[in-house]
């Protein structure tokens, strides 16, 4: 960590110039008991991460000697080095979440319920001894959609979560069908967001097709699955039939909003079909997709239901996510603890967002969307 009262000359210059000028950021990082703080305009904002990774060893118990049989340990682990690196990084609440989902291969409920129940009481305990620093998301057993409902109940309305969180797909099936609804119907009706975080696009591309230098199925295939999980959301009418749905996508919300005219093109007319009953083009292209279940223009579900976090760690990458999707949309992501950069001073420094929409994504929308207290 970083010594306490270290101010470096770059830091002082920045501070300079914000109180000079009366708008930029004052006092982008100080120190207050070993803690990083972050400020804008001179006022001190509370920072939201919806990025964390987490697990709970006493899953081990639950699993041993089942086709599920592991070792649960690493860096995911909950221990006090994680409020160790939030006070470094300057985030003041951490969204933790199970994210690897592997629980979703049994078809025995009783385990997935055990496993789900096991974890959310590890994850309850670790907030309830940190209040003010931690909040946690429910991973649900969405292999039993009934199941994964009653999970989410409990989970915010006895356990005070503030949502869930989900693969990209479920055993190869992306949950966009009727088969899911009482699901999708629980999450809006508790008014909960879903956090969706891929594993290496498995569903989608060959075994193998991924296999080479540069951790391709990470690098790649994330991003990918969680492109095609929000297009069939919107395409196959599942954020239509559930309006009130709240999706978040790790990773920038994948490659979605990087080429998203695309999408519109396909499907931009609404009812879906960008051809009318005469077969004539009602879109800007000449090629248009048939079967589109959308009931409005997806770039409508793009700045209202979906949303997407910072993880693209350029200024020019961020000036695009947010040019696409509407500061709104966009909340603060870090990955921790896996080892990512972190995109706080990106958003910080960004000379495209205003005051307003840094606070915003750096804790606004996410204080918001998961109804966090303000305080500090």
């Not at 682990?77 to 690196?85: C, D, F, H, I, Y």
């Not at 385990?111 to 789900?116: F, G, K, P, S, T």
């Given at each position: 960590?970083?010594?306490?009262?270290?101010?470096?000359?770059?830091?002082?210059?920045?501070?300079?110039?914000?109180?000079?000028a009366?708008?930029?950021?004052?006092?982008?990082?100080?120190?207050?008991?070993?803690?990083?703080?972050?400020?804008?305009?001179g006022?001190?904002?509370?920072?939201?991460?919806?990025?964390?990774?987490?697990?709970?060893?006493?899953?081990?118990?639950?699993?041993?000697?089942?086709?599920?049989?592991?070792?649960?340990?690493?860096?995911?682990?909950?221990?006090?080095?994680r409020?160790?690196?939030?006070?470094?990084?300057?985030?003041?609440?951490?969204?933790?979440?199970?994210?690897?989902?592997?629980?979703?291969?049994?078809?025995?409920?009783?385990?997935?319920?055990?496993?789900?129940?096991?974890?959310?009481?590890?994850?309850?305990?670790?907030c309830?001894?940190?209040?003010?620093?931690?909040?946690?998301?429910?991973?649900?057993a969405?292999?039993?959609?009934d199941?994964?409902?009653?999970?989410?109940?409990?989970?915010?309305?006895?356990?005070?979560?503030?949502?869930?969180?989900?693969?990209?797909?479920?055993?190869?099936?992306?949950?966009?069908?009727?088969?899911?609804?009482?699901?999708?119907?629980?999450?809006?009706?508790?008014?909960?967001?879903?956090?969706?975080?891929?594993?290496?696009?498995?569903?989608?591309?060959?075994?193998?097709?991924?296999?080479?230098?540069?951790?391709?199925?990470?690098?790649?295939?994330?991003?990918?699955?969680?492109?095609?999980?929000?297009?069939?959301?919107?395409?196959?009418?599942?954020?239509?039939?559930?309006?009130?749905?709240?999706?978040?996508?790790?990773?920038?919300?994948?490659?979605?909003?990087?080429?998203?005219?695309?999408?519109?093109?396909a499907?931009?007319?609404?009812?879906?079909?960008?051809?009318?009953?005469?077969?004539?083009?009602?879109?800007?292209?000449?090629?248009?997709?048939?079967?589109?279940?959308?009931?409005?223009?997806?770039?409508?579900?793009?700045?209202?239901?979906?949303?997407?976090?910072?993880?693209?760690?350029?200024?020019?990458?961020?000036?695009?996510?947010?040019a696409?999707?509407?500061?709104?949309?966009?909340?603060?992501?870090?990955?921790?603890?896996?080892?990512?950069?972190?995109?706080?001073?990106?958003?910080?420094?960004?000379?495209?967002?205003?005051?307003?929409?840094?606070?915003?994504?750096?804790?606004?929308?996410?204080?918001?969307?998961?109804?966090?207290?303000r305080?500090?």
């Amino acid at each position: 960590m970083k010594v306490l009262g270290h101010v470096s000359s770059r830091r002082k210059f920045l501070e300079a110039i914000g109180v000079a000028a009366g708008v930029l950021m004052v006092k982008p990082t100080t120190w207050a008991q070993g803690r990083k703080e972050v400020w804008i305009a001179g006022k001190r904002i509370k920072t939201v991460d919806i990025h964390a990774h987490a697990s709970i060893k006493d899953v081990e118990a639950v699993i041993s000697g089942t086709s599920l049989d592991r070792q649960i340990g690493g860096p995911r682990l909950l221990e006090p080095s994680r409020l160790a690196m939030m006070d470094e990084w300057g985030i003041d609440v951490s969204v933790i979440s199970a994210n690897q989902y592997w629980w979703y291969r049994t078809d025995d409920r009783s385990l997935a319920a055990e496993i789900v129940r096991v974890q959310d009481e590890g994850f309850s305990a670790w907030c309830n001894e940190y209040p003010d620093r931690f909040v946690a998301l429910t991973s649900v057993a969405m292999q039993f959609p009934d199941l994964a409902a009653e999970q989410l109940d409990y989970a915010v309305n006895e356990l005070g979560f503030k949502g869930a969180s989900m693969g990209g797909h479920v055993n190869g099936n992306v949950p966009a069908g009727p088969e899911y609804d009482v699901f999708w119907a629980k999450a809006e009706e508790l008014d909960v967001p879903i956090f969706v975080h891929p594993n290496g696009s498995d569903n989608i591309i060959q075994e193998g097709a991924l296999d080479f230098a540069g951790d391709l199925g990470n690098i790649i295939g994330n991003p990918l699955e969680t492109t095609f999980f929000i297009s069939r959301l919107i395409l196959d009418g599942t954020l239509d039939r559930f309006p009130g749905l709240k999706i978040c996508g790790a990773h920038g919300g994948g490659y979605l909003p990087s080429y998203f005219g695309r999408t519109d093109v396909a499907c931009d007319a609404a009812g879906g079909p960008s051809i009318n009953a005469q077969g004539e083009f009602i879109g800007n292209a000449p090629i248009q997709a048939d079967n589109c279940r959308n009931q409005k223009p997806p770039r409508e579900y793009l700045r209202t239901q979906i949303f997407a976090d910072s993880m693209v760690f350029s200024d020019e990458g961020l000036r695009h996510l947010v040019a696409e999707m509407g500061p709104t949309q966009v909340v603060y992501g870090t990955d921790m603890p896996l080892g990512w950069p972190d995109t706080m001073d990106l958003i910080i420094n960004s000379p495209y967002l205003n005051n307003a929409e840094k606070e915003a994504i750096l804790g606004g929308n996410l204080i918001r969307l998961l109804r966090i207290d303000r305080d500090i």
